[in-house]
């Protein structure tokens, strides 16, 4: 099978290469492009108060000058313990400069969590947000670790003065209810003390940048190594394949420089948030909104919302989950949401009703993306157009990516066209290797005609023309009678139902006969809708097949989600093993 013949297809963006070139460089060097050539125009966007791109290189440049004379050095590790907060960007390219690598750690973590990942990786710094929640815990996570300084990072110097004098006044602005003295230092001291003078460090663009520990739903979670060549090449791929018709949006063209207005919706210590927001911004010398929590507000989202239009954001990328709380929340008409344009989903699997619902409310074309930590992580993206966009799949794998189908036993087997298998991957995105873990890193890695695959883990077909199309994860397949069920193929349909707002599968052991499966399906209804668990159930008879019907339906008022807006399956399947009292 000729591993490029999809595109020369009709659906390949007429103004995409097939292969690019990619700069030899390392990752800060975007930054400081942008502050060279557009250090006037504004960069992070926090509480209505603006940093230039001048301004943020000037703190990255404090920022490793600071970290140097802490005993920093090229191959130590500094982490990220922040929401999406204006602090971040600078503290990331900052310690880029001195030749480190960033540890980017979820802000929602507990102490345990955020320990395992400080002693796997060995840090020795780490930011934190001075919040009463978020500093307690980094400083009881740094226990039994190499780290010997927190560095405290405070909203107050973002916020316009009138907001920060009135929120001290009230007590209103996040604050830690102590310090370890002996272990901290404050952002904004450093900013003060130290010049912006950057060591000098020669990187090779193969070396890990940045350290994403993927989500462990299946296991110890891992510490995918991202190179600074892995992460450049990503941003570039997305962008040349971004191309807007006249016909399906307000303007016609592809990412504009100096234009765009990135509103931070997935947490930037995410690859999806990282990549397609964060990163994007600076290398297209674009405005990005600082969103730390994208579900607050009453109702939730509200305030994503509020700055969306306030800021007339024009670039979303985002998760089902979210899309789907846009499309249903009940105040959208409020919201002036016309700036709109360039909207991916990613994360997790897109159920076609979301994106029609959330098109039908903004009038703006989403489409649907693919991609994992260790990708960088974007491999497929659909068509940017309405006429060969495909609801239900990932879309095509794009510039210098080739995607294989394989078996599911071995992964060395190549399976023919329209056939289930795992989906391997290989292209300049696909990461180096799990951080300490050469056993699991070989793995999930194999050789085809002397080019190295990544199996993702995810099992999918692709058709005559390229588009691949994912049926659900390798481990949560579900087994009925010798049947293969899958998780996301049910929701999808549950989508359709009017009632549906999210859904959730799982598969259970039946009493009778352990080894065998049946599906449950939890189900969030929109608001203002009621309906009884048999009224699913029923509902399914015409929708699907038997094996794949649920069996049960629980009706609730949440799901379980991971802080980049998946559906924790996984807590679902423990918390109703432990109901049933299976260990």
């Not at 907001?163 to 370890?180: C, M, Q, R």
């Not at 649920?550 to 399947?573: T, Y």
Request: net charge negative.
């Amino acid at each position: 099978m000729d591993e490029m013949y999809w595109q020369s297809g009709p659906a390949w963006p007429r103004r995409a290469p097939k292969t690019l070139e990619y700069p030899e460089e390392p990752l800060f060097a975007m930054l400081d492009r942008a502050a060279e050539k557009s250090g006037h125009l504004p960069f992070t966007v926090f509480m209505d108060r603006t940093q230039t791109f001048a301004e943020v290189r000037e703190h990255a440049d404090r920022i490793a000058n600071f970290l140097v004379t802490k005993g920093i050095k090229e191959g130590d590790k500094v982490a990220i313990f922040l929401p999406n907060v204006p602090h971040f960007p600078a503290i990331f390219y900052g310690a880029l400069k001195t030749g480190a690598k960033v540890v980017t750690c979820n802000p929602l973590y507990k102490a345990g969590e955020l320990n395992y990942q400080l002693k796997d990786t060995g840090a020795q710094i780490v930011f934190a947000l001075d919040h009463p929640t978020f500093t307690p815990t980094c400083y009881e996570a740094i226990k039994g670790t190499d780290v010997h300084t927190v560095i405290v990072c405070s909203v107050k110097p973002f916020l316009s003065k009138a907001k920060a004098t009135i929120g001290g006044l009230l007590g209103k602005i996040p604050k830690s209810p102590y310090y370890e003295e002996d272990k901290t230092e404050f952002y904004e001291t450093i900013l003060a003390k130290y010049e912006p003078k950057v060591p000098q460090v020669s990187i090779d663009p193969m070396d890990t940048a940045v350290l994403i520990y993927t989500g462990g739903t299946t296991g110890t979670p891992k510490g995918a190594e991202l190179t600074h060549h892995n992460l450049t090449s990503n941003l570039l791929q997305i962008v040349e394949w971004v191309y807007l018709e006249k016909e399906d949006a307000e303007r016609e063209g592809g990412v504009r420089y100096g234009e765009e207005v990135y509103v931070g919706a997935v947490p930037w210590y995410h690859s999806y948030g990282l990549t397609l927001t964060m990163l994007m911004s600076v290398w297209y010398a674009g405005k990005l909104v600082c969103i730390p929590d994208p579900r607050a507000g009453k109702p939730p989202l509200s305030e994503l919302l509020s700055e969306l239009s306030k800021n007339r954001g024009t670039v979303l990328n985002c998760v089902p989950a979210l899309y789907a709380g846009i499309a249903n929340h009940p105040d959208i008409a409020k919201y002036d949401l016309t700036s709109v344009t360039i909207c991916s989903s990613g994360a997790a699997p897109l159920p076609p009703e979301v994106a029609k619902a959330f098109e039908d409310v903004t009038g703006t074309l989403l489409f649907e993306g693919y991609g994992l930590t260790e990708t960088s992580p974007v491999t497929h993206i659909n068509p940017t157009n309405r006429k060969f966009r495909k609801f239900g799949s990932i879309g095509l794998p794009i510039s210098d990516t080739i995607c294989k189908i394989v078996d599911m036993e071995t992964g060395t087997k190549e399976m023919p066209v329209g056939e289930v298998g795992e989906i391997a991957i290989h292209g300049p995105q696909v990461f180096k290797g799990y951080y300490k873990k050469p056993d699991e890193t070989a793995n999930v890695m194999r050789e085809f005609n002397g080019k190295r695959f990544f199996l993702t883990g995810d099992i999918g077909s692709m058709d005559e023309n390229g588009y691949t199309f994912i049926s659900d994860r390798k481990k949560q397949m579900i087994n009925v009678g010798g049947m293969k069920a899958y998780p996301r193929e049910i929701e999808d349909i549950l989508f359709t139902h009017p009632k549906v707002q999210m859904a959730a599968v799982i598969g259970l052991p039946r009493e009778e006969d352990p080894n065998n499966e049946f599906v449950k399906a939890y189900i969030m209804l929109k608001e203002g809708e009621t309906a009884t668990p048999d009224e699913f159930i029923e509902w399914a008879r015409d929708k699907m097949a038997g094996y794949k019907r649920p069996k049960e339906v629980d009706i609730v008022e949440r799901l379980p989600m991971s802080n980049v807006g998946k559906v924790l399956r996984r807590e679902l399947w423990e918390a109703e093993m432990k109901k049933r009292g299976h260990s």
